[in-house]
């Protein structure tokens, strides 16, 4: 699976738009890029992915660059409930078998 | 909405002592993972599971691990002789079948072995 980068931390402020940038330069063509989020060490929850073209859900927009070598997600009405670690995850679209390798993602604070 | 469930969500055991941790997967998945995440680190994926059978282990699932479905409905995690190492949360996770994109997770079992 690929290896990609986030920075550690990051903020906004709440009702701004909250812009999470992922690295992952060794991307394969069949590796789909992954976002899920901790709240404060509960179970981790799915959000979002693509493989390459710009998708967007109920909770948030993923933007994928046209070389595929990073995304922004994109929370479009931060609130502090989004306060959370998120994590950026480039993995095969092989269905069930699939475990998520997790790395130290990257800690949002939503400040009122 | 359905949702994964594990019980319990504190255990504290004895160092050497037997624990079962046991989930709820979501009724009509079919495929059922164990992660681990020790306070301060990344989660870890332990074992995942179909059909009765494990599909894939991770290096720390060791002898010590068993994972079962005894029945239509839970899904556990056995730890034979806990080590103070063992002290995490452990999440089960769940994803309906093989094109299935979202993993549903559980909100953990915090085990701390003294």
């Known amino acids: 699976d690929a290896k990609t980068t986030q920075p550690p931390s990051m903020d906004c402020a709440e009702g701004r738009a909250a812009n999470l940038p992922c690295n992952h330069s060794t991307i394969s063509g069949n590796e789909y890029v992954y976002w899920y989020r901790q709240i404060h060490s509960q179970g981790p929850q799915y959000i979002i992915h693509?493989?390459?073209n710009n998708e967007t859900n109920e909770m948030a927009s993923l933007i994928i660059t046209e070389d595929r070598k990073s995304s922004t997600l994109i929370l479009p009405h931060a609130t502090l409930r989004d306060t959370a670690v998120y994590y950026c995850i480039a993995l095969p679209h092989t269905g069930a078998n699939s475990k998520l390798t997790f790395g130290k993602g990257i800690t949002l604070s939503v400040r009122p | 909405e359905p949702e994964v469930t594990q019980t319990p969500s504190h255990q504290v055991t004895q160092m050497g002592q037997e624990v079962i941790l046991r989930c709820v997967p979501i009724?009509?998945?079919?495929?059922f993972y164990w992660y681990r995440q020790i306070l301060g680190q990344k989660v870890e994926f332990l074992v995942s599971f179909y059909n009765n059978e494990i599909s894939e282990k991770s290096e720390i699932f060791d002898d010590q691990f068993s994972v079962e479905r005894p029945d239509g409905s839970n899904f556990t995690l056995k730890i034979r002789s806990t080590k103070l190492e063992d002290s995490a949360m452990y999440f089960c996770a769940s994803i309906r079948g093989r094109t299935a994109y979202e993993q549903y997770f559980g909100p953990g079992t915090r085990l701390t072995v003294t």
């Open positions: 693509g493989l390459k």
């Open positions: 009724s009509n998945h079919l495929y």
